[in-house]
């Protein structure tokens, strides 16, 4: 840290906001539904500050693109400029950790379907990026062999035990949340790991269930 940044008044009030922004805007969700715009804010919540040219070192896109998209970002209020750069560069902040999206508590239409289309989005996004690491080729990351998984587990659950899972399971996460934003606090050998997991009925399933129990 320069003793520049050091000095600066604001550089607490830059801190990313931690109650989740819950989107409702369907320009928003659009302009956000982009694969670099989505990777700058995932960059952005493990690097807390980047600019333009270290973001276009990490994605591989140029840093006039990087830019671009980040003032884009800061046009929807996504992220916002964290001050103490030099010359042309400025490092940028995400507004917020985390984001809400749910299709299902829009109350306009054009933003349900935005919330929808960006949900697809951000899906296809986990996915590629989990075959791409579980893929029967892809290279194994030495010392992390046995801590890389991918599992699947089937229960009988009711919606609101489903729900408790999921609590349950977020609660473990959280734990680890204050590495995220503190880089003092993680350990050495540390690395960013993603935790992506499911919990959704399988309605087919059950129905094929019911099926053999009136044969039985």
């Known amino acids: 840290m320069s003793s520049e940044e050091e000095k600066d008044p604001d550089a607490a009030t830059r801190l990313p906001d931690p109650e989740p922004l819950s989107l409702t805007d369907p320009k928003a969700m659009r ?7 989505m990777a700058l804010l995932e960059l952005l919540g493990i690097a807390g500050t980047v600019t333009a040219t270290q973001a276009s070192e990490v994605l591989g896109e140029s840093p006039a693109n ?8 800061a046009k929807y209020g996504f992220v916002r400029e964290a001050g103490g750069g030099r010359g ?6 995400a507004t917020r950790r985390t984001l809400r999206i749910s299709a299902t ?11 929808d289309a960006l949900s ?16 029967g ?9 046995h801590a890389t998984n991918m599992t699947r587990s089937g229960v009988f659950l009711t919606a609101e035990e489903t729900q408790q899972v999921n609590h349950e399971i977020q609660a473990i996460i959280d ?10 606090r993680r350990p050495a050998g540390s690395l960013p790991v993603e935790i992506t997991f499911f919990t959704s009925p399988v309605p087919e399933l059950a129905a094929l269930l ?3 129990q009136d044969i039985s």
Do not use: I, M
């Open 66 to 73: 990087c830019a671009f998209h980040l003032r884009t970002l």
């Open 31 to 37: 302009a956000l539904a982009h694969p670099v715009r």
């Open 120 to 135: 697809t989005a951000w899906f296809d996004y986990w996915v590629e990026r989990a075959r791409r690491v579980h893929g």
């Open 210 to 212: 019911d099926q053999s």
């Open 137 to 145: 080729n892809a290279p194994k990351l030495p010392g992390w062999e």
């Open 88 to 93: 042309r560069e400025r490092p940028w902040t």
């Open 175 to 184: 734990r680890y949340r204050d590495r995220e934003t503190d880089p003092s």
């Open 105 to 115: 508590d829009q109350a306009d239409a054009q933003a349900a379907l935005a919330a």
